[in-house]
DNA sequence: TTGTATGCGTTATCAG
DNA sequence: CTGATAACGCATACAA
């Protein structure tokens, strides 16, 4: 009952042509006279013929896919870069297959594994956790050991290796500006929150550790859960209370917010929050969170870009790290 | 440089047996006696061989891979709704193949015939924009065009046809009942806001009717545009203020509150206002949103749990329509 | 239990 | 410019 998908066979025979002709007319080679050309194309047309990828990949080792790895799309930062990509990608004509890897180490494997079983023509990473800490070199072994297989481009994280392309943010020199902000309109105790030890997040924290200590305070960076409560119940628990927050996210963002309205602080006044992603939680907050912007279309677009570059293997030479810059979008949580 | 890829003859002639051996023993065969299995099993862990996805699909015409079509990930109903998809599909071990069609009519079609032209073993269409406003047809055609090709399945939205199946929430009777609920407090002026007239946009605007209308009172249905800032500004040109609000999406929730917290309303003393979607944004608010939980993940459960079936071709009789029903969850905004 | 031969639908090489 | 024909890597019906 589905035996109806035709094939190079059938069209030939329709068209009274060899097979050879008909994938010459499909592929737009130019060695087929105008006649035969057109007559192919009609029968292709009239027939709706759709040429099997499957037997196209078989041959040519490419079914045109790239492999998308992300932690999870249950994020903003996360599914808003995904769509990106796959726009982006579309645009050259490539399908991207998903695969969530959750943030252990054992899922990243094998999940990129089941994507490289694929025949993925190249494999995206997107999210800094899967660059580690940028210290323990096990931890990024399936990537490089991925990339000899095919290129692999991570998106807002760096990995070291062969054949490994990142896009970062500078988020060391944002979050090192705008602490230096906070310090200079008076502000003396200024936290850093953040939920993870990943590539990104302690570039934020070397950024705000700098400004912090350089300006002869001292560094108050606080590990939270990436929970709006669990960061509101966190700060509440401080003994002393800030007068600055930096938030890794803006969930957390989110969460110091409730934490300064629930104390009664008034914002910005005695207390400036910022935020991270400029995400759409930034603005649902009552009052809307200024949050640092890291460029997640720009990032999407450099880094397709550099994918078909590669894959074109054009004379163009790819610098294996791209570094993007972010800014602060200023709202109501800073003056 | 890429010649590294073993095949299956590579791995026959290591183990000493035919090709049609090493097959079975890739596929589980039981026809093979314990010894050469664990032979072939040896070789092909030791140089870490992986059947080609390719030719396999040649011959089954199945890679295993099911498409997911959305309009866009830029939005966390959407994308909550793929990565539960995503995961439950894995543990099948179906992959899944992403693409964002927008809303356009045009970028479903053509989004729709990309997929099928992967020769995915089934399709997923999430959102009720892909049904369409449940009346005029042709917008929906594309669909039934695609069922003659491979099930599909549509999550939270219904389009009747062949092989067209359906999971739908209950929206009416939610929104009836939370209606009612208002009225019940003495609220007699509720406004829907809503930015579509999507099938399930549609539904909830009936339940909401229904109840008005039912307690003697008038309906008001306002469209607003699906921008936080435009909803409050929407609200704020009205001549008469409501006392009730329920939104179709927590966005044009948060659009509410903000909204009522400027006009300096007491929430929910002088307004209630009801979200749907129950999604982090209702959390983010202040005051937190009373959201209507539309139980995503059990939608994608069960969509999935169908398509097995449905794919398995067991006894299992799938109707073609299942409607699951909602909560409120209970937050500041509403008493 | 194991091996042989064939088909799956393209692309590409090589004659004509 | 066009047509045979050989890969491509695997599953499977059929033989042994």
């Known amino acids: 009952m589905k035996k109806d998908a035709l094939n190079i066979y059938d069209i030939a025979g329709i068209a009274n042509v060899s097979i050879a002709t008909v994938s010459r007319v499909v592929n737009g080679s130019d060695k087929v006279s105008e006649s035969t050309r057109a007559k192919v194309l009609k029968v292709i ?12 990949g078989l041959g040519l080792n490419t079914m045109h896919t790239v492999g998308i790895l992300v932690p999870t799309l249950d994020d903003h930062y996360m599914s808003t870069a995904v769509d990106c990509l ?55 072994d399936y990537i490089r050991e991925a990339a000899k297989k095919v290129p692999v481009f991570i998106v807002n994280g760096n990995v070291s290796g062969d054949n490994i392309y990142a896009s970062v943010c500078d988020d060391e020199s944002v979050v090192n500006d705008v602490t230096a902000g906070l310090i200079g309109r008076g502000r003396r105790n200024i936290l850093f929150l953040t939920d ?3 590539y990104s997040s302690n570039k934020k924290k070397k950024g705000y550790e700098e400004a912090v200590e350089g300006a002869g305070l001292t560094a108050n960076v606080v590990y939270v859960e990436n929970d ?4 509101k119940k966190s700060l509440a628990d401080l003994k002393d209370r800030p007068d600055g927050i930096i938030a890794a996210n803006d969930n957390i963002a989110v969460g110091a917010v409730k934490y300064a309205v629930s104390a009664g602080l008034s914002i910005p006044d005695d207390i400036e929050i910022v935020g991270y992603n400029n995400s759409i939680l930034a603005i649902s907050s ?24 590669n894959l074109n ?20 949580t800073t003056k």
């Open 45 to 56: 047309e009239d027939v709706g013929y759709t040429p099997n990828v499957f037997a196209q």
């Open 286 to 309: 009552t009052p809307e969170i200024s949050s640092i912007d890291n460029h997640t279309p720009e990032i999407c677009h450099d880094t397709v870009e550099r994918i078909m570059h």
């Open 196 to 198: 993870s030890h990943s």
């Open 228 to 231: 709006i409560h669990a960061v």
């Open 313 to 332: 293997d054009d004379g163009y030479r790819l610098s294996n790290k791209l570094m993007i810059s972010c800014n602060l979008i200023q709202r109501e």
């Open 86 to 140: 796959e726009k982006e990608l579309k645009r050259y004509g490539y399908d991207c297959i998903l695969s969530c890897s959750g943030f252990e180490l054992s899922g990243k494997q094998s999940k990129c594994e089941m994507l490289l079983s694929k025949h993925i023509d190249t494999l995206i990473l997107v999210g800094s956790t899967y660059a580690g800490n940028g210290i323990d070199t096990f931890a990024t």
